[in-house]
């Protein structure tokens, strides 16, 4: 085995934190560099073992590195990072895209002696993380969140295989999951195939009729699509009762963080949903996040639990880390990406970006289409300015900024500070509706006697 030539090292000025290390994060290594006037090797490789990692640690504990900064690399670095934390050295985790080096100076030693330089010149900044109680329920949240896509996936299985013996009882039920559909699909994998005993489950509730069932059942039922559809199905089964077991964890979690008895959700101001939610919280979570808050997210018009669950499991209930909306948007990537040179501006997209805080805002500001609160009119006045998507990105944009108000005022949505800009809109509008009566040759007179 060939030795590797040892490079040349040199010390770059000004240094603004000597005691200050790099990392380059790795499925089976790591490649850690400190200052050169800490040690006489300031670069080591180590594996990913335990045992490596807290030596690794002791190393660094040895040099008295105060931080290190690493980059964000799958979930590889998980392990080293909570190592360290224990140990009192703060993590700085910076994405990829900030650490750039210089095209052709590409490798694992050059990679984390680029990052240890940039930190010890002031020049990452750290991505957000919130504290590790919270990071305990975000890992529970996303795992949930997870659980749901399968179940979704496996309904479509479910649907593939009636597809496939042309009963097409899901295409006349709303929902192949509900009472009446679980009914059929339970008594076909128990044997049944008479279209009208199976029909007979209809709940009174379906709007479909008995003949229409009839109908609808009336198929071919191969063996290797009945096989397929009892695998779906219970693999669906498996996985809601996967979700049943997160969701009692999640509750226990966040009964040990507020211990305090949860008091019953305050009434709802808004018209209920016409249907319930398909994966609801068995546990009083609105309560439950309100206190551990400070303020009840629910109260902002298009906010659901759902989505106040999410707000709260990926960055608690403390947002100094961000200064001022500004930020906290920018890190959502809702905000502009402006590139300008010369003088001239190149592109003002958004970052794409893969936040779930951003992803629940987005769902929650296309509920607001048809909705009849403040939103929901500023949602379908950019949609006309600026199109489908542009509108539903400066939708989600506002609820970013109201979010950040709320929880920073520690003060619930007061749907008052929004009468004057409704006010100023209808303005526009009457003057707008005038202008044009006034082209067209008309004279726009206001009705004495309105309805």
């Not at 060939?2 to 490079?7: D, G, I, L, M, W």
């Not at 709260?312 to 500004?326: R, Y």
């Not at 048809?370 to 300015?385: I, Q, V």
């Amino acid at each position: 085995m060939t030795k590797r030539r040892k490079k040349k090292i040199q010390k770059i000025q000004p240094v603004i934190n000597p005691h200050a290390a790099g990392a380059d994060i790795g499925a089976r290594e790591i490649y850690v560099a400190v200052g050169v006037e800490l040690s006489d090797e300031p670069v080591r490789r180590f594996g990913t073992f335990t045992e490596q990692l807290q030596q690794l640690v002791a190393w660094l504990v040895e040099l008295k590195i105060k931080t290190i900064a690493m980059e964000a690399t799958s979930v590889y670095w998980i392990p080293l990072s909570e190592l360290l934390e224990e140990a009192g050295i703060e993590v700085c985790l910076v994405s990829a895209r900030c650490v750039q080096n210089v095209s052709g100076r590409k490798s694992d030693v050059m990679d984390c002696q680029w990052i240890q330089y940039l930190h010890s010149v002031g020049l990452l900044r750290g991505s957000f993380r919130p504290p590790p109680q919270v990071r305990g329920v975000r890992a529970i949240w996303r795992h949930r969140a997870a659980l749901v896509r399968q179940s979704a996936w496996f309904i479509q299985h479910v649907h593939k295989a009636l597809d496939q013996m042309n009963l097409q009882v899901h295409h006349v039920l709303t929902d192949i999951t509900g009472l009446t559909g679980t009914s059929i699909v339970e008594a076909i994998l128990n044997g049944e195939r008479d279209p009208r005993v199976l029909a007979a489950f209809r709940d009174k509730r379906v709007k479909a009729s008995e003949q229409t069932l009839v109908a609808a059942l009336t198929g071919d039922y191969r063996r290797e699509h009945l096989f397929c559809l009892r695998q779906a199905y219970e693999a669906y089964q498996f996985i809601e009762r996967q979700i049943a077991q997160t969701d009692q964890h999640l509750a226990e979690e966040l009964a040990r963080l507020d211990p305090t008895p949860a008091s019953p959700a305050p009434a709802q101001t808004e018209q209920p949903r016409k249907a319930p939610a398909k994966q609801p919280l068995p546990y009083p979570a609105q309560a439950r996040l309100a206190a551990l808050c400070g303020v009840d997210l629910t109260t902002i018009p298009s906010i659901g639990v759902l989505t106040a669950h999410t707000v709260w499991a990926e960055l608690g209930g403390d947002l100094s880390a961000f200064p001022t909306s500004k930020h906290f948007c920018s890190w959502l990537s809702l905000c502009p990406d402006n590139r300008t040179s010369a003088g001239k501006c190149l592109s003002t997209k958004t970052r794409a970006s893969a936040n779930r805080v951003a992803h629940a805002l987005r769902m929650a500001a296309q509920g607001c289409h048809h909705a009849k609160h403040p939103f929901g009119e500023y949602y379908r006045r950019m949609r006309a300015k600026l199109g489908a998507a542009a509108g539903l990105v400066a939708t989600a944009h506002k609820l970013a900024r109201t979010v950040y108000a709320v929880l920073t005022t520690r003060k619930p949505y007061d749907p008052s500070l929004h009468e004057h800009a409704l006010a100023q809109t209808q303005r526009r509008r009457i003057r707008r509706l005038h202008t044009l009566a006034t082209d067209l040759g008309f004279q726009l007179v206001a009705n004495q006697h309105p309805v």
